[in-house]
């Protein structure tokens, strides 16, 4: 069968209720499709009034009062504020697979006059709830997604067109935007997440909605040789300095034990200044291969610049000491010292598979902003491969 591509769109209020997070768990877990890609979007009005035009159909096997209901919705709440201006913040997640649009709908589910519960992601987040007098009281579907292959292609396509204008990173949106102490933080969620299908993604972007940030830039990304180089090179500094003692004194016990002689300090010294850099190199060697699936002493110079084997997420979060709060939630390097309920105490395995990276600095987290080309995305690309332009 066929791969397809599906989206899910997260409306505006279940960004601002941070559930973004145990809902990508959900669509991940659930449907065993591929997270191949993201973007945050600030909807224009003319692309708030094209999509809600696209919403009513006969394809869709909900009412079509329900139909009618959520037009009305986009139209209430993706649309600038008529008085500010000020516009909406949506993300939209395209997944790939097969029969990848029934089964992204499944896990979504239908809005029904009476919910069942918690089986889909509707039933749990969304509300459709009414007066005695049969008029709706409060409707809230919490996110979008296509009925069809046909309306997938079709509002894709359209999302896709506003793209440029209406898409990237969307600091000039958040409240605290220019205020002092506001912050952007680069968080990177590693491979180790994407070993196999499950929810561990949006787990782990659960726990950062503890920092009461705001999401303004999110990409699937896969990050080359040159990317991983450029990115850790503060470490391969930092490793060198780092490893030089261990590395000597590990080479002195082995000659000792190999040669049954002595060595005397000056000869460890000498030892750890002859090793020590080549064991660094070879670590930081270990780090990018981690982070991109190639080892960069085999990458030919002309594969450096193309994208790695590895996936990974890449997310910005913005808002007061975003930094330090981000740095919090994730917990030291190690995860064997980081506090329990962190997220690297909870999904870290050791100092490199370690669960996700962060911004250790505001200036740091605008060189990562630079070097991972925030401003650049795959997203296009994936909708055109195929569904055409």
Known sequence: ???????????????????????????????????????????????????????????DPQDREIQELIRDYILENFMPNPQTGARQRVMVLLFRGENAVARTREVVGNIRHQ???????????????????????????????????????????LWKKYYDRD?????????TYNKPGHQRAVVILKPDNFRFPSG????????????????????????????????????????????????GLKAKELLESALAIRLDPSREEALANLIGPLYAE????????????????????????MPGKEKCIVLIYEGIDAVRKVREVLGPTDPAKAPPGSIRREFGQSIMVNAAHAS??????????????????SFVSLIEETYGS
């Open 115 to 157: 919910s069942k519960g918690g089986e889909t992601i509707r039933d749990t987040f969304g509300d459709l709830i009414y007066n005695r007098d049969g008029t709706v009281k409060y409707f809230e579907p919490a996110v979008l997604a296509a009925p069809s292959v046909e309306e997938a292609k079709a509002k894709l396509l």
């Open 360 to 377: 250790d600095s505001p200036e740091n987290a605008e060189r990562e902003i630079k070097i991972l080309k925030m401003e650049q995305n």
């Open 200 to 247: 561990r993604p949006g787990y782990v972007i659960d726990m950062f909605s503890r920092t009461e940030l705001a999401i303004t830039a999110i990409k699937v990304h896969h990050m080359s040789v040159a990317e991983a180089e450029e990115f850790y090179a503060p470490v391969r500094e930092a490793l060198r300095e780092k490893l030089k003692k261990p590395a």
């Open 1 to 59: 069968m066929a791969q397809e591509l599906s989206y899910v769109i997260i409306n505006p209020y279940t960004l601002y209720k941070s559930r973004t997070g145990v809902i990508l768990s959900r669509l991940l877990s659930q449907s065993s499709l591929e997270l191949v890609g993201a973007a945050m979007y600030s909807p224009s009005a003319e692309l708030v009034r094209e999509y809600s035009k696209m919403i009513v159909t006969e394809s």
């Open 282 to 305: 070879e670590q930081f060697h270990s780090i990018v291969q981690f982070m991109t699936g190639i080892n960069p002493k085999n990458c030919p110079i002309e594969q450096r610049t």
């Open 167 to 175: 898409s990237g990173i969307l600091s000039h949106l958040i409240p």
